[in-house]
């Protein structure tokens, strides 16, 4: 028989296949939107560090919040020394909405000042257009008086 899970005696458990939680909204209640700015901002206040576990062999290195830092922040989960794995992926994909419409409010106002500043160059470049014929006239015009002067 093919081994599709096993736990070891450290506590890591190893799939072979995906781990999935149930997120039907079927099986939810008190379902409230998220203020994106504020996620943003406990989120990059959040601590984040490496470590070891100490159940796990010397050197074998993880990466995230601790559990109270992210409990304390977002007041996400029922136990504070736990982080639920779809709670930090909610977290995160927040995080990357919020930055990903803010950068696009911000090429947007980029590319309405580059529009601004390019059709002030084109007025510019008109105006100098008119300068250089008034001046051209005016050239012609002293070359014709010294020319009737003479």
């Known amino acids: 028989l093919p081994i ?4 070891n005696e450290t506590g890591t458990l190893t799939l072979a296949g995906t781990l999935v939680q149930n997120s039907d909204v079927n099986a939810k209640r008190s379902i409230e ?3 994106g700015e504020q996620v943003l901002a406990k ?4 601590p984040v560090s490496t470590w070891e576990y100490k159940a796990d062999s010397v050197g074998v290195r ?6 109270q830092d992210f409990h304390e922040a977002f007041g996400l989960g029922e136990d504070p020394t736990k982080i639920a794995p779809g709670d930090m992926a909610g977290v995160a994909l927040v995080g990357l ?3 990903a419409r803010e950068q696009d409010r911000q ?3 980029l590319r309405r000042e580059a529009s601004e500043k390019d059709q002030r160059i084109v007025e510019l470049l008109q105006s100098q257009t008119a ?3 008034q001046i051209h006239a005016l050239a012609e015009r002293l070359q014709a008086l010294e020319a009737t002067a003479r």
């Not at 989120?43 to 959040?46: A, D, F, G, R």
């Not at 993880?62 to 559990?67: E, F, K, T, V, Y």
């Open 4 to 7: 599709y899970m096993v736990l």
């Open 33 to 35: 939107p998220v203020a």
């Open 97 to 99: 909405q919020t930055l």
């Open 43 to 46: 989120l990059s206040e959040l």
């Open 131 to 133: 300068l250089q014929s």
């Open 107 to 109: 090429l947007t106002e």
């Open 62 to 67: 993880h990466l995230g919040p601790m559990a």
